[in-house]
């Protein structure tokens, strides 16, 4: 993904955008090979990103918090100056929310091919049941 663009950089991935791809810690390891901060921003309580994070060994240099994406974000940038700002979503409504609060934009599909990260099985994050289970590490 680092076609020659600034590696200082700001990158949030949403939560869904990162549970998409198979191996979310190898997709951090690799992305922080080439931006200065790194971090998941959700809409969900705080210990679903914490269990997700801390179940796939993903080691984050900000988070939500009890904070929505929109407040995360702003507050992101504020804290981390960088030369650009990029959030990996999954929609339209990331997209906006991105464009809204002045942050570059890039679907996970396409980040994902760019950097030649695999997408993983979207019902990965569900028991054999199809219950889903982000209420344990």
Do not use: C
């Not at 700001?10 to 922080?32: G, H, I, S």
């Not at 080691?59 to 995360?72: A, L, V």
């Not at 929609?91 to 570059?104: G, K, P, Y």
Request: charged share 35%; glycine share 8%.
């Amino acid at each position: 993904m680092n076609g020659g663009g600034s590696s200082d950089m700001t990158l949030a991935f949403e939560l869904e955008a990162l549970q998409r791809l198979r191996q979310p810690d190898a997709v951090f390891d690799d992305a922080r090979t080439w931006t200065t901060y790194l971090g998941v921003v959700s809409e969900k309580p705080t210990y679903v990103v914490t269990n997700f994070t801390r179940k796939n060994r993903i080691r984050q240099d900000f988070f939500s918090g009890p904070r929505g994406k929109r407040e995360s974000l702003e507050n992101v940038k504020r804290q981390f100056d960088t030369d650009r700002h990029v959030f990996v979503g999954v929609d339209a409504d990331d997209e906006a929310l991105a464009d809204e609060v002045d942050w570059e934009f890039l679907d996970v599909e396409d980040a994902a091919e760019a950097a030649g990260w695999e997408l993983g099985d979207p019902d990965s994050a569900t028991t054999a049941g199809g219950e889903e289970r982000d209420d344990w590490p």
